[in-house]
């Protein structure tokens, strides 16, 4: 339910503009992004809409990647397909589920539970289809109405970005985007790591340490597998917070990343 504010909002204010040029997403369904009723939002939708929309048009020839949530998967698939061009990815939180590991994926990350309330929400929106649609028919097909009435409520001219990303989607986006690159497009993640450490690229992955919605175990699974990627667990952040809590050590901490891709061996 993100959109480029989860970015601008907070990491882009901390990063040096002359140093780098900076791109912040609306996925496909997503933000101010056209929403398709014909698309299924699978990996490769996602992917050649960034190259359409951001690649190809900016003529990009290097570059890094950053990404939150369920984009970690659209951003290996992303730089995978364009690893000799890459630098480093950057992974924050990733629904990591190695192909090994039987079982649905649906299962480990939207179990079926009454709390606490988040888990609630995930489990309905996930599960069952059609009251996911009529809650998003509600709120997202009239998010301008809600906004208008979150605004007289608040007294403020501006709401919130995290409470416009809300609305901003539409259930046939966020369910088949859940569905196809979280569920369907997980058992391309192995594939997508080996090709990007085989190719040189720097991977990096952060997690907070109370991370309630991606399971601890991603991250630790994906260094078990892959011993390249360097792994960071944040203490006190959960979900969200290690970057829309703290955006300027976070985006220290990438441009740490980026400048040590800059180094040149020389044999």
């Known amino acids: 339910m993100g959109s480029s504010h989860f970015w601008t909002e907070t990491v882009f204010e901390h990063i040096e503009k002359d140093d780098y040029r900076l791109f912040a997403i609306d996925l496909l369904g997503f933000g101010d992004s056209p929403k398709p009723r014909d698309s299924f939002y699978t990996l490769r939708d996602h992917v050649e809409t960034i190259e359409r929309s951001v690649i190809k048009p900016h003529q990009l020839d290097s570059f890094h990647v950053v990404a939150h949530s369920m984009g970690c998967l659209i951003a290996l698939a992303l730089a995978a397909k364009h690893s000799n061009i890459v630098k480093s990815v950057t992974l924050v939180a990733p629904p990591y589920f190695p192909s090994s590991v039987e079982g649905s994926v649906l299962n480990r990350i939207a179990k079926k539970r009454l709390w606490p309330p988040l888990a609630f929400g995930t489990a309905v929106m996930s599960w069952y289809e059609h009251i996911g649609r009529c809650v998003c028919f509600i709120i997202c097909k009239h998010h301008k109405i809600w906004e208008w009435l979150i605004k007289l409520y608040m007294g403020k001219r501006e709401i919130p970005w995290k409470i416009k990303d809300i609305t901003r989607h539409t259930h046939h986006s966020a369910w088949h985007s859940m569905h196809n690159?979280?569920?369907?497009?997980?058992?391309?993640?192995d594939e997508h790591l080996e090709t990007l450490i085989n190719s040189g690229v720097k991977i990096h992955l952060m997690q907070g340490d109370r991370d309630k919605i991606v399971p601890s175990h991603c991250s630790s699974n994906m260094k078990r597998k892959f011993p390249a990627?360097?792994?960071d667990i944040i203490a006190g952040a959960d979900h969200d917070s290690m970057i829309s809590g703290r955006g300027e050590e976070f985006a220290e901490k990438l441009e740490s990343i980026w400048c040590s891709c800059r180094t040149v061996s020389v044999t």
């Open 181 to 189: 690159v979280i569920c369907g497009g997980s058992k391309f993640a």
């Open 229 to 231: 990627v360097e792994v």
